[in-house]
């Protein structure tokens, strides 16, 4: 969406991230969705009298490695309680970090090639959470709320960008670049869905040239499309307000999925109304350099290069091909189409293959070894193998019927058709379907695909369309 | 040296814990709550310009565990002392508006 003629959105996003570890940020309970409620909680995590938190090491590995694919600074940091009176927490306060994070100042580079300015990543404890009684689910009106403590003290790092941001689009590729990047950090599991990656928005408007407007934080923004949605919705809403000669107000807002609207949640307190102050019970955290430079060393390559590296391999793509690259490298599975170049075999079929059946079934491509895939894509690429029949085989290794490729091609009757037993298929189909034949003598080119369709039904997707296509045309 | 601690000041303190206070208590408590100020406002007399900050009186950090999974409570137990609980949680009334 555009805005009005000489206007501009300003948006800056806070990222939280849970992080993949095994127990808690502070306490020994498991760090696991979708269990039970209250089954993860524990003396520490309830913040019950006489328990001490203390901090665990690879939360602290994990945010350091966030800080260094962000080109942060990694400092030496402290822990600060944030007070408010809200029942996602059972101790009336967040552990999180607050003059001193641990990451401060870095970046992060999008596909377009700008840049969107970092401020901070610090660790905090994640919250319980609620559920609210009779209006639907919905925050405003619930008359009580029920509370799941699992979630509370999951470790989170909260990515804070510069106001940097200045289109909705440029919001949702920057969310996005940035997930993939807390995926190849081995931080995140990226699972939107599950809450894994939440997004907040802090939205203003200012006529070109003019100093920053007043902004609104939206909150519940729970996709990408949310994302966007939300702040083209906000946008907009404060340009009218304006235009109209009112005054946008601090305030927190909710966006509401279904009515695609944001509204009034509460107007912003001020910093200090949290009265953050030091958490006595914890230490300052300066981890060595020594394991700093590990972190920055150990870093895998992050989804930027990884997309440059698979794109280099085709010579001039189409979109739909970036489209591959893109779900391939966010998949971590561009080992096998790498494996395909190495050995001067097709890459277009085995980008295709690995973006559709690998990706199908991600969660198997462990049993695939990589030299299958590259038989596999040079039995298609060679005819040896129709195109469906590659597919099948592709499924047939991810699902561990096989572990090789031509004993399962043999397995399943794939031997490549006989030339002379298609002609004769191909000659029965046309004295079949007359009126079809006639049209694609006519000149319909739509009707190859009927012909196909039969003679793939008749061959069990034996047959190579290409080929089907040759017969046709000798006939036409 | 005098403190500059408003009974406003106090009345602000008082909300954002929660506390109600009387008009007496908020005198009793402007007054009680300046002297300690003031006490420690002595230290602004020192040269303390090459002393670092005392955040901790150990001298400890990186105080770190390993990610190591422990038994967390029974849900029952945790439950039994709550005042409300409904479905394995926690019953709340309603809470609009102090989100973080």
Redesign the interface.
């Known amino acids: 969406m555009s805005l009005p003629d000489g206007w501009e959105l300003v948006v800056g996003l806070e990222v939280h991230t849970e992080l993949l570890t095994a127990s808690k940020l502070f306490c020994g309970c498991e760090n696991r969705f979708g269990e039970e409620p209250n089954t993860h909680v524990c003396p520490v995590c309830l913040g019950l009298p006489g328990s001490l938190p203390v901090l665990n090491r690879q939360a602290v590995e994990l945010a350091m490695r966030i800080g260094a694919a962000l080109h942060c600074t990694i400092a030496p940091s402290t822990f600060h309680r944030k007070n408010y009176f809200y029942p996602d927490q059972s101790k009336d306060y967040q552990i999180s970090q607050y003059d001193l994070p641990i990451n401060s100042r870095g970046y992060l580079d999008l596909p377009d090639g700008s840049r969107i300015g970092i401020e901070r990543a610090h660790l905090e404890e994640d919250t319980g959470k609620t559920t609210h009684l009779s209006s639907g689910g919905r925050l405003q009106g619930a008359e009580r709320s029920l509370v799941d403590y699992n979630r509370c003290g999951v470790p989170l790092v909260e990515i804070v960008s510069a106001p940097d941001i200045r289109s909705s689009a440029q919001a949702r590729a920057y969310a996005s670049e940035l997930r993939s990047v807390l995926i190849a950090t081995g931080a995140s599991d990226g699972r939107l869905e599950e809450g894994s990656i939440r997004f907040d928005a802090n939205v203003s408007v200012r006529r070109a040239g003019e100093p920053f407007g007043t902004r609104c934080e939206i909150k519940n923004l729970n996709s990408l499309r949310s994302l966007q949605r939300a702040i083209d919705y906000e946008a907009q809403r404060q340009i009218d307000l304006i235009e109209s000669g009112g005054v946008v107000r601090q305030e927190t807002r909710h966006w509401d999925e279904g009515l695609g609207e944001t509204s009034t949640l509460r107007v912003k307190e001020d910093a200090e109304d949290y009265r953050y102050f030091r958490d006595p019970d914890l230490v300052d955290l300066a981890p060595e350099p020594a394991w700093v430079d590990e972190v920055r060393h150990r870093l895998p390559p992050m989804p930027s290069e990884r997309r440059s590296a698979l794109g280099a391999l085709l010579s001039s793509p189409t979109s739909a091909q970036l489209d591959a690259v893109e779900a391939v490298v966010e998949l971590g599975i561009e080992r096998f189409v790498h494996a395909v170049a190495r050995e001067n075999g097709d890459v277009v079929i085995a980008l295709s293959r690995a973006a559709n059946e690998l990706a199908s079934a991600v969660d198997e491509v462990d049993r695939l070894a990589e030299h299958s895939f590259v038989t596999v894509v040079d039995m298609e690429a060679s005819g040896e193998v129709s195109a469906t029949q590659a597919k099948a085989l592709l499924a047939g290794l991810l699902a561990g019927e096989d572990s090789d490729p031509r004993s399962l091609a043999r397995a399943k009757g794939f031997e490549k058709m006989d030339q002379s037993a298609l002609s004769t298929l191909v000659e029965e189909l046309i004295g079949a379907h007359p009126d079809e034949w006639s049209r694609y003598r006519g000149g319909d080119e739509k009707l190859a695909q009927f012909f196909i369709g039969q003679v793939m039904r008749r061959t069990k997707g034996q047959a190579n369309g290409k080929t089907v296509i040759e017969e046709l045309n000798a006939r036409r | 040296m005098s403190s500059s601690l408003s009974r406003d000041d106090v009345e602000k303190v008082a909300r ?1 814990a ?1 506390l109600r206070l009387t008009e007496a208590e908020l005198d009793l408590f402007t007054g009680q709550l300046a002297q300690i100020l003031d006490h420690a406002s002595d230290l602004a007399a020192l040269d303390l310009h090459d002393v670092a900050p005392t ?2 009186p ?1 001298g ?14 029974p ?1 029952e137990e ?2 039994r002392e709550a005042p409300d609980a ?15």
């Open positions: 954002l929660r955040a901790h150990f400890l950090i990186n105080v770190m565990r390993d990610d190591l999974v422990e038994a967390s409570l849900p945790i439950l409904e479905q394995g949680r926690f019953g709340v009334p309603r809470i609009v508006g102090e989100e973080p």
